[in-house]
């Protein structure tokens, strides 16, 4: 092809001619050339430098073929470029600084569907004038730069689909003229700032990230077909289509502390996954809804350090019987869990134990059965554990390791096996008691010694009491 011999042209459009091979550098002398086209075909190899000879050029589009390599440098001398397509190539590398400062560049910028690589270079800035942004599905990396608030012409961002990280800069509260934003598929966290929904958005995109914290309810944050963030899980509040969990204001929040949410939103999560699994059950086998109600209400006041305090025998209130949602688990910071005398069935989960800093466990008075699990042994913050009038079995768990446990009470239930020596080693117990069970073996000798602190002690009642060693 003697393309390079045409040097009057002024447009060259040769889009989905099935081109393959190089785009031949003898375009490169077609001085006159406002317009080059070369989409859709199966161009391979570099783009060519002798591209950048055609200063007279406005838009070039090379999208949809087999690109390869970087983009060279000396693309900035074309100094009247307004339009730039290299979407769908395999183009790699950091994008030159060049390509930013194109001084003309105001239409838009496609380097979309490549490899690109590395962070957004700060020189983003300076495309003052351009008015699309499209750099979706790279491998874009770090931050936002905050320069990219500076080009206050951008109707429409697309970032989606790379690694970028960190926060949405407040700069972006420049972009008055922003019509379309899209972060989805990237790693950003932090909040969604307020400001969004006073910006004027058709669309908005948040999904897929880490955002945290209340989702705004103005501009934008009203219409839910006109923005999405789904995927962020922990992120609260928005319009109630949202189904997001409500945002809970925290005392502790004005210490400046690590945010609150962070620990409530998964919890509050979990309790939700108990309901969806509570209905998804065969009919039959479902759930009364009263009774979904009510374990999710206990489970809300529980984590929320609220007692429920009701008389076992008040059947106006405390009618059907429940259990204790083994999701608890999943509420790390969980510092008490008081369920005394409610009507509470089934067994104590296994995974309660890894409530690390639990200090209070009281089920005292309830239908519980099952065993302690063994698992309580490794609750290092645990105090105040009390168990007694349950239908409790098995032997009683080795808690030779709970080293600030004060209250151990586990009387009126159905214990049996010899009580764990180690038990008698915990020097902070001041009640111990275990009255009414089937528990036996012998007492050591030297129970003052052990047990320094110790105020109330209570074997009696068992089918075989254990012997005051002599
Ligand atoms: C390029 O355009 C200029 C100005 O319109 C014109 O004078 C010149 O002849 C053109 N060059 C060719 C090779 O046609
Ligand atoms: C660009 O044009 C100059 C002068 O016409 C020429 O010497 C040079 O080889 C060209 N560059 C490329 C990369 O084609
Ligand atoms: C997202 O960011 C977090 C924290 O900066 C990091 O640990 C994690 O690996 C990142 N995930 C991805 C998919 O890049
Ligand atoms: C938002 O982005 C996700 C992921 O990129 C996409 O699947 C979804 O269709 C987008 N939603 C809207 C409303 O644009
Ligand atoms: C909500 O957003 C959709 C999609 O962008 C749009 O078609 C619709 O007109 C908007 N509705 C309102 C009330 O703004
Ligand atoms: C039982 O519950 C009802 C309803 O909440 C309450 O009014 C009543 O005082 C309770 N009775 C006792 C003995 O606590
Ligand atoms: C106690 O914690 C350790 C470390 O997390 C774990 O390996 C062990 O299985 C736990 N013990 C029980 C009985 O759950
Ligand atoms: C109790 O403590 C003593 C002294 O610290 C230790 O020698 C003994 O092995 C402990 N007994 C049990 C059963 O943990």
């Known amino acids: 092809?003697?393309?390079?011999?045409?040097?009057?042209?002024?447009?060259?459009?040769?889009?989905?001619?099935?081109?393959?091979?190089?785009?031949?550098?003898?375009i490169g002398r077609l001085q006159n050339l406002s317009a080059l086209l070369l989409g859709k075909n199966k161009f391979s190899g570099p783009i060519?430098?002798?591209?950048?000879?055609i200063t007279s050029l406005i838009t070039l589009s090379l999208d949809n073929n087999r690109l390869q390599g970087n983009i060279p440098a000396n693309l900035g001398k074309l100094r009247n470029l307004q339009e730039l397509d290299l979407s769908y190539n395999n183009l790699r590398g950091v994008i030159p600084d060049q390509v930013f400062t194109l001084p003309s560049l105001s239409i838009s910028l496609d380097l979309s569907e490549n490899s690109f690589s590395g962070p957004l270079p700060r020189q983003v800035g300076k495309l003052k004038h351009i008015g699309k942004l499209f750099l979706m599905n790279n491998k874009l990396t770090g931050k936002i730069p905050s320069e990219l608030g500076d080009c206050e012409s951008l109707e429409y961002l697309v970032l989606s689909g790379n690694h970028l990280e960190g926060t949405i800069p407040v700069s972006f509260s420049n972009l008055k003229g922003l019509l379309g934003l899209d972060l989805s598929r990237n790693n950003l966290s932090g909040q969604i700032p307020n400001y969004m929904g006073e910006l004027f958005f058709q669309s908005l995109n948040l999904s897929y990230n880490d955002f945290e914290g209340v989702v705004p309810k103005e501009g934008v944050f009203?219409?839910?077909s006109a923005f999405s963030v789904i995927e962020n899980n922990k992120l609260c509040g928005g319009i109630s289509e949202l189904l997001l969990p409500v945002c809970i204001i925290s005392a502790s929040k004005k210490h400046g502390n690590s945010s609150p949410l962070k620990v409530i939103i998964p919890c509050l999560v979990s309790m939700l996954k108990v309901g969806v699994a509570c209905s998804s059950?065969?009919?039959?086998?479902?759930m009364d809804i009263k009774d979904v109600i009510r374990e999710l209400i206990t489970a809300k006041e529980?984590?929320?350090?609220?007692?429920?305090?009701?008389?076992r025998h008040n059947e106006t209130e405390a009618e059907g019987e429940?259990?204790?949602?083994?999701s608890l688990s999943a509420c790390s910071q969980l510092r008490r869990i008081l369920l005394h005398n409610n009507k509470l069935v089934g067994k104590i989960s296994l995974e309660l134990g890894d409530l690390s800093k639990l200090s209070t466990f009281a089920t005292n008075g309830n239908d519980l059965s099952g065993e302690i699990p063994a698992s309580f042994g490794n609750l290092s913050s645990l105090q105040y554990l009390s168990v007694s009038r349950n239908r409790l079995e098995g032997s009683l768990p080795d808690l030779g390791c709970l080293r600030n446990l004060i209250f151990l009470t586990v009387g009126a239930n159905k214990f049996t096996g010899i009580v764990p020596p180690s038990l008698y080693n915990l020097s902070s117990l001041e009640i111990f008691t275990m009255e009414v069970n089937r528990l036996h073996g012998s007492l050591p000798p030297d129970l003052g010694r052990t047990l320094p602190n110790l105020q109330s002690f209570s074997v009696a009642n068992n089918v075989t009491p254990p012997k005051l060693a002599s």
């Open 1 to 26: 092809m003697e393309i390079g011999n045409l040097l009057g042209l002024t447009v060259l459009v040769l889009q989905e001619s099935l081109f393959t091979g190089s785009i031949p550098s003898s």
């Open 48 to 53: 060519s430098s002798s591209l950048s000879n």
């Open 222 to 224: 009203r219409n839910v």
């Open 281 to 286: 059950d065969l009919p039959k086998e479902r």
């Open 302 to 311: 529980v984590f929320l350090g609220v007692g429920i305090h009701r008389e």
């Open 322 to 326: 429940g259990k204790i949602p083994a």
